[in-house]
């Protein structure tokens, strides 16, 4: 077991680990710029986007979608100054099957993008479209965007509740008139895990073992780490993703989760530094706006945080309460004082502090720095710790 995960002996078992190829790291294709967008209230402006992107390729996103020029001028303005900085991720598009939307692409000097189109039945009918509408707008964009010299990742909307029938013949289609890779598309998180396997399973075989296929999920069950994983496993070669899970409703795939779920459960490689991902995630709240659970995987404020005293008594065996290091995603493990907080808990602070307290004092601290806490509902400060301590 590496040194710095610690996680249980049963997930060495076959049925857990076997399926994965570990010949090669797994990619991510970062969609924070614009899907991530979606979420209710968020607006980027262009100079954050450049920053975010800029801290995107850092963090060794392979691939970063910066934005659909054609739905604001500021859109505009931050792909073309993404696109001019010249970043080790690559810049990628978003384009409906609309020669509009791709020539807004084009004349950015855009050189790749997402090509998206309705596939199921009810999407179809929402949009008043017919499959061979929807089959000739596919085409004919894909056509378009090759014909001026893009790489095009075709992206069924719906896919999950698609007619098998028609995904694979229109996933064909698109290869066909020139797309390069192709995404099964959980648009509204409404597969299981174990399904989508199976039909990321089913459309690496229809297509063969030389088309990427790339997974995007959502969010609406609690289940897109969950299912994104079962996408690398079923051959999904690329991830789809943002930041912080944000976007649309229950939001989509966080990155950063199925990064370390695959490498420290699954012992997949993934082209990610968890290193820099509290920091990514930091500016994406900040410029969003918003500010994640304390206790959200990967980034949360709280991971290695611990006030309650049983476990501050374990806080010299870091694997004891924790089930990777802190030093995997750049974390500080700290001690924290408050309702819940033991003799152990004052004994590590004062420590931390540099305070001269008698022992024989704790239990009076930790009852005055209780009950400060309960009335005041709220943890205590170091300054308030002190005050107590020397009183």
Same mark, same amino acid.
């Given at each position: 077991?590496?040194?710095?995960?610690?996680?249980?002996?049963?997930?060495?078992?076959?049925?857990?680990?076997?399926?994965?190829?570990?010949?090669?790291?797994?990619?991510?294709?970062?969609?924070?710029?614009?899907?991530?967008?979606?979420?209710?209230? #968020? =607006?980027?402006?262009?100079?954050?986007?450049?920053?975010?992107?800029? !801290?995107?390729?850092?963090?060794?996103?392979?691939?970063?979608?910066?934005?659909?020029?054609?739905?604001?001028? !500021?859109?505009?303005?931050?792909?073309?100054?993404?696109?001019?900085?010249?970043?080790?991720?690559?810049?990628?598009?978003?384009?409906?099957?609309?020669?509009?939307?791709?020539?807004?692409?084009?004349?950015?000097?855009?050189?790749?993008?997402?090509?998206? =189109?309705?596939?199921?039945?009810?999407?179809?009918? %929402?949009?008043?479209?017919?499959?061979?509408?929807?089959?000739?707008?596919?085409?004919?964009?894909?056509?378009?965007?090759?014909?001026?010299?893009?790489?095009?990742?075709?992206?069924?909307?719906?896919?999950?509740?698609?007619?098998?029938?028609?995904?694979?013949?229109?996933?064909?289609?698109?290869?066909?008139?020139? %797309?390069?890779?192709?995404?099964?598309?959980?648009?509204?998180?409404?597969?299981?895990?174990?399904?989508?396997?199976?039909?990321?399973?089913?459309?690496?075989?229809?297509?063969?073992?030389?088309?990427?296929?790339?997974?995007?999920?959502?969010?609406?069950?609690?289940?897109?780490?969950?299912?994104?994983?079962?996408? #690398?496993?079923?051959?999904?070669?690329?991830?789809?993703?943002?930041?912080?899970?944000?976007?649309?409703?229950?939001?989509?795939?966080?990155?950063?989760?199925?990064?370390?779920?695959?490498?420290?459960?699954?012992?997949?490689?993934?082209?990610?530094?968890?290193?820099?991902?509290?920091?990514?995630?930091?500016?994406?709240?900040?410029?969003?706006?918003?500010?994640?659970?304390?206790?959200?995987?990967?980034?949360?404020?709280?991971?290695?945080?611990?006030?309650?005293?049983?476990?501050?008594?374990?806080?010299?065996?870091?694997?004891?309460?924790?089930?990777?290091?802190?030093?995997?995603? !750049?974390?500080?493990?700290?001690? =924290?004082?408050?309702?819940?907080?033991?003799?152990?808990?004052?004994?590590?602070?004062?420590?931390?502090?540099?305070?001269?307290?008698?022992?024989?004092?704790?239990?009076?601290?930790?009852?005055?720095?209780?009950?400060?806490?309960?009335?005041?509902?709220?943890?205590?400060?170091?300054?308030?710790?002190?005050?107590?301590?020397?009183?």
């Amino acid at each position: 077991m590496n040194d710095n995960i610690w996680t249980s002996d049963l997930n060495e078992k076959p049925e857990v680990q076997d399926g994965f190829d570990r010949a090669k790291p797994v990619r991510f294709y970062d969609t924070t710029l614009r899907d991530g967008e979606q979420s209710i209230g #968020v =607006v980027f402006t262009p100079e954050e986007k450049f920053e975010i992107a800029c !801290a995107l390729s850092d963090l060794g996103v392979s691939r970063i979608e910066a934005g659909f020029p054609r739905v604001s001028a !500021a859109d505009s303005q931050a792909v073309k100054r993404i696109l001019d900085e010249h970043l080790e991720a690559e810049i990628w598009g978003f384009s409906r099957a609309m020669t509009e939307d791709l020539d807004a692409l084009i004349e950015l000097g855009t050189t790749a993008t997402v090509i998206e =189109v309705p596939t199921s039945e009810i999407k179809m009918e %929402a949009y008043g479209l017919t499959r061979e509408k929807v089959m000739q707008r596919a085409v004919g964009a894909i056509t378009h965007a090759v014909e001026h010299g893009m790489r095009v990742l075709f992206f069924p909307v719906d896919g999950t509740r698609t007619d098998l029938g028609f995904l694979r013949e229109i996933y064909v289609a698109g290869l066909e008139a020139g %797309a390069s890779e192709v995404a099964v598309v959980d648009t509204i998180g409404a597969c299981a895990p174990e399904a989508i396997e199976g039909l990321i399973n089913e459309v690496t075989g229809w297509l063969g073992p030389d088309i990427p296929v790339h997974f995007h999920g959502h969010n609406d069950f609690g289940l897109a780490t969950a299912s994104a994983i079962a996408a #690398v496993r079923g051959g999904a070669e690329w991830i789809q993703g943002t930041i912080n899970g944000m976007g649309e409703r229950a939001g989509n795939a966080d990155i950063s989760e199925v990064a370390l779920a695959l490498q420290c459960l699954y012992h997949v490689p993934v082209d990610i530094d968890l290193g820099k991902a509290r920091r990514v995630s930091a500016m994406v709240q900040k410029a969003g706006g918003y500010q994640v659970d304390g206790w959200k995987p990967v980034v949360g404020k709280n991971l290695f945080v611990r006030e309650s005293g049983a476990v501050a008594s374990q806080f010299h065996i870091p694997e004891a309460i924790e089930p990777y290091s802190a030093e995997i995603v !750049a974390a500080d493990r700290r001690i =924290v004082l408050g309702k819940k907080s033991g003799l152990s808990s004052i004994d590590l602070k004062v420590r931390e502090l540099g305070l001269d307290l008698s022992k024989d004092d704790y239990p009076a601290v930790l009852a005055e720095v209780k009950d400060q806490a309960t009335r005041a509902g709220r943890l205590i400060t170091d300054d308030e710790f002190r005050r107590i301590a020397q009183q």
